[in-house]
């Protein structure tokens, strides 16, 4: 075109629910001393009135049941994730398995560190500044009272040990941590959640319950 821009093809916005975020707030609401599963009701709430509103703006029609029923079954199993995660876990401490008591939960940040990647001010232009910005899952503090980092993540497959250890968000937030508390950090605490309700074990004809992992939760 003249103003140079492309026609776009107008695309039907995705009715999708984000299950780790939805168990994040979960999570950090258990750790508050509110209700889990009330957290997450709310907050599938809010999204699917908001996923509905923008498929309305942009088709000018509602979107048929069929067309929710993904969004729906991840928030049925949001809410069972959070409940089952409680109920093994306690809420008055679901770290104590691990020796940690949490200090805080979804703590965001903000550091300059326009210093760090331009030292003597010649890269950048005058007054330009750098941000590392990000939020952590959790802090907690073990019985010696380091400080430990917790990553809350759900997962379908299982990571490796290696993964976990060299992944560069924990590492970046480790540093991140040392500047803001100027305390060396312990360790990471990788609190993974499977996305899979545990399942009562199968009765064989023998009358002997089935040993199939499949149906236990990883």
């Known amino acids: 075109s003249s103003n140079r821009r492309s026609i776009r093809h107008k695309t039907t916005p995705k009715l999708y629910l984000t299950l780790g975020s939805a168990v994040h707030k979960g999570l950090e609401a258990g750790v508050q ?76 940040f903000k ?11 010649f890269l950048l232009p005058v007054g330009q500044q750098i941000f590392f910005c990000g939020t952590l899952d959790g802090i907690a503090v073990d019985e010696f009272g380091q400080i430990w980092i917790v990553e809350n993540k759900t997962y379908t497959r299982k990571p490796s040990p290696e993964d976990i250890q060299w992944h560069f968000q924990a590492q970046g937030y480790a540093v991140a941590l040392e500047w803001l508390t100027g305390m060396s950090v312990a360790g990471v605490l990788y609190n993974g959640i499977a996305k899979k309700l545990i399942a009562e074990p199968k009765v064989l004809k023998s009358g002997l319950l089935s040993t199939d992992k499949r149906r236990r939760c990883k």
């Not at 929710?68 to 991840?74: G, I, P, S, T, V």
């Not at 104590?96 to 008591?101: A, H, V």
């Not at 550091?111 to 001010?121: N, R, S, V, W, Y």
């Open 33 to 108: 001393g509110k209700d889990p599963v009330e957290a997450v009701e709310e907050y599938i709430k809010v999204e699917r009135e908001a996923k509905v509103e923008e498929y309305k703006q942009a088709t000018e029609t509602t979107p048929w049941p069929a067309e929710l029923r993904e969004f729906d079954e991840a928030g049925e199993l949001a809410n069972g994730l959070v409940v089952q995660y409680f109920d093994h876990y306690g809420r008055t401490n679901p770290l104590s398995d691990q020796g940690l008591t949490y200090l805080g939960i979804e703590v965001p």
């Open 111 to 121: 550091i300059d560190i326009t210093h760090e990647l331009d030292p003597d001010g």
